[in-house]
């Protein structure tokens, strides 16, 4: 279980903050599976959370304070984050009561579904009554410019993929602990919309316009000084028939210097299309090595993050032990820390 | 000189046609090379075109007869199409009275410009009281759905680039008229706004939001018999620090059975990025081949499309035969056509 984050905060850059503290709100969910944001939420921001709100009749907890959105702007919180991803992405019309009462009680209000909130007439007319805020996790900032490929000062590490949902986000979150533990300047830059609740800023790559992909990543990491590390989280994978030209245009425009390769033990075929076969590890680093190279050509490969959690404990060491020998390199599951993932935090930093 | 397009027209498929034949606006140009959308579409599109209108005091001329717009759409016209394509993009408001006039004579607008037209209140009021169209011709259709990465029928050739600008668009239509000529059953694929405005339809790809620019290349060509051709325009380049992610998006939505690299004689580094040297030709077939087989196992590199814009006759001849000797395939300048480029057309359909 991950512990309370230490500082997965706001980092200086052009993007503007989200409004903090949170109040995380799990609507009427009855399955913990759909509201694995607010649990990201609790694990990696913990202390901007300063409770949970829900509808009457829901069933699932983050063991967060249940606190009204009066007592939580009382205690400081600034919006309330809708901690629901449910199938759809839908806000759902019974949520409206409790998201107008937050509006009234000062909360701006955060949503990082499909659906948004300012396409809801109510809430429209609320906060614009109010003159409270309905944002957006998923729309791009403003401004974006076309990559300019200039080469930018500080270092820099993107978590890259055989596939989508590997474990990018999570790799990233945990490096960026043991980092700040060690003492290193390291935060991590968001791409996707749990990451961008729980960094309080970043942008949410795949929906910015293809023309603007990489120059929003060159947006999201800026010039930093010399011994300063931004952390980046990955998006799909140069191998996937629908993904692939945001994975490059992420990797052109975060100009890493250090990239982690993350896969899932026993996956073998891409994730919802079943006829591409995953590639190996071996070609996803080439791969990635060679077209990073373009952008900055000192990146380099330090180790790769295998998502264990379908195997036991035992298996999954024999198979992280079998799989650094055979590629000569650290490899390590950030869920299951340990030795195995101080050596691959190590070697990022080498 | 392009001669008048033989059948550069809309193809079937699932985005809806623009409004068509065209009057061509000039506005009040008074430099050619911004009338370049004009001249593009005189030469490619020019039995769709019944002829041009200007504001007074525009110093520019396609050739084709001037009709006013009610002229126009008395002779057939059913839409006024802005040829100017100045810095910056804008509107002109010295144009509006003319796009007021179009409006009122019973045709619709189409723009390609960076502004757009439905911005602009007095158009946008006259067009909803005439039930007239504003169409931005960079705007994407609705319903982009994700690439499934399914392969598709028919024959596909996409266009691809050691750079922008090196002809890729102009190299896709001079293969469809030499396809066309000898009998093949092929259509021009438009990806940018000049070639959207001369085919009559397609997808601005770099305006399509990234997680949708593979979809978006996917919808572009859809299935087709076995003996059609889909000849796709390409946009940007694999190795562009801004824009490789759409070239990737494209060439992996795009399927293509075949590719055309192309090139610009002595261009040495990137346009706009002096920093950036260009890769080889050789590079651009190999990365752009083993990028491609993701998605079309079957992928293939016909010949190279050879800009030689700024070399004389005995220069660019020269050059040709050289650098066909030197990668062993058809090597051609689709502008000065003649027997090379022959035998490139008929490389691609082997």
């Given at each position: ?172 979150l945990t490096l960026v602990r043991e980092w700040r533990a060690l003492g290193v300047d390291a935060y991590f830059r968001a791409t996707g ?76 075929t891409v994730l919802g299309h079943p006829g591409y076969p995953l590639p190996g590890i071996e070609e996803t680093i080439e791969l990635n ?62």
């Open positions: 279980m991950p512990q309370p984050a230490r500082s997965i905060q706001a980092a200086p850059g052009a993007i503007e903050p989200l409004p903090q503290p949170y109040l995380l709100f799990l609507g009427d969910v009855a399955e913990p599976a759909y509201a694995k944001t607010a649990f990201g939420l609790r694990d990696w921001a913990g202390e901007r959370c300063v409770g949970e709100y829900a509808c009457v009749g829901a069933k699932v907890s983050t063991g967060l304070r249940y606190l009204t959105p009066e007592q939580a702007f009382a205690e400081g919180a600034r919006s309330m984050a809708i901690g629901v991803a449910n199938p759809g992405g839908h806000i759902s019309p019974a949520w409206v009561p409790q998201l107008l009462q937050a509006l009234e009680a000062g909360l701006d209000l955060i949503g990082g579904m499909h659906a948004r909130l300012a396409d809801i007439e109510p809430l429209r007319s609320a906060a614009a009554r109010l003159g409270r805020r309905l944002l957006d996790v998923r729309q791009p900032p403003p401004g974006i410019p076309v990559a300019s490929g200039r080469k930018r000062s500080g270092m820099r590490l993107l978590t890259v993929g055989t596939d989508c949902a590997v474990g990018k986000k999570y790799t990233a919309q749990t990451g961008i609740l729980i960094a309080g800023q970043g942008i949410a790559l795949d929906a910015v316009v293809a023309d603007f992909a990489a120059g929003a990543a060159e947006m999201l990491s800026p010039d930093a000084g010399a011994e300063h590390w931004d952390v980046i989280e990955g998006q799909g994978s140069l191998f996937h028939p629908a993904y692939a030209g945001v994975a490059l245009a992420l990797l052109h425009g975060s100009q890493p210097d250090v990239i982690v390769v993350c896969h899932a033990a026993g996956r073998e090595l060679r077209l990073g190279r373009r952008t900055n050509p000192r990146i380099r490969c330090a180790g790769v993050s295998l998502n264990t959690a379908k195997l036991d404990a035992a298996q999954a060491e024999r198979l992280i032990a079998a799989e650094s020998e055979r590629l000569g390199c650290p490899v390590a599951d950030p869920m299951r820390g340990g030795e195995a993932f101080r050596r691959l935090a190590q070697a990022c930093l080498r």
